[in-house]
């Protein structure tokens, strides 16, 4: 008895599996969005996430409660420019003289430019392999603000400092004016 199919090419069927594979995962993280969409944004309002537009005030009273800052002066050095010739990228560096191992320690660092869409720009974790609590990074600035360093100390104490920057040339939407 002779075999009357057609030779079959391995490339064709290879190709084919990686088009139906490809169809089966976008079918199913759409499918998957389509199914957990309310369950998600409920999620994002109940997991502290930022909302559009969010004040500064809303964001400090969101990740802070009502716990007070403590001046940071003489345990936080914040750098940055005066003026900002271009406020898509400027430079910044945070050096917390607090300890990141032992009870009392530093365990959180956030960088918040109140004028900002989203104020909080950014949130670093320290640990005793850490070393130190030190940052240095770029930030985006849309308009002259007050950025703030926060240091979040194991016991809850929050040390502050801020500084004023003069933006030149927006580095990303504007708030909402009002």
């Given amino acids: 008895m002779t075999n009357l199919s057609p030779p079959i090419n391995p490339r064709v069927r290879r190709r084919a599996f990686l088009r139906a594979l490809a169809a089966l995962v976008t079918g199913g993280a759409a499918m998957k969005d389509f199914l957990c969409a309310s369950r998600a944004s409920a999620q994002a309002v109940s997991s502290g996430f930022p909302q559009p537009d969010e004040l500064v005030e809303v964001t400090l009273k969101r990740l802070f409660g009502n716990r007070t ?20 990228n400027v430079a910044i560096s945070v050096d917390a003289n607090l300890p990141v191992s032992g009870a009392a320690r530093a365990n959180h660092m956030y960088i918040i430019a109140d004028k900002n869409r989203r104020p909080m720009l950014a949130k670093f974790s320290f640990t005793p392999e850490s070393g130190k609590a030190f940052i240095a990074t770029s930030i985006r600035l849309a308009m002259n603000t007050d950025v703030r360093a926060v240091v979040e100390m194991s016991d809850g104490t929050l040390y502050a400092v801020s500084k004023n920057v003069r933006v030149t040339i927006s580095g990303c939407d504007l708030p909402p004016q009002g």
């Fill in 69 to 88: 800052f403590q001046p940071g002066d003489g345990k936080i050095k914040l750098e940055l420019p005066l003026i900002a010739e271009d406020g898509g």
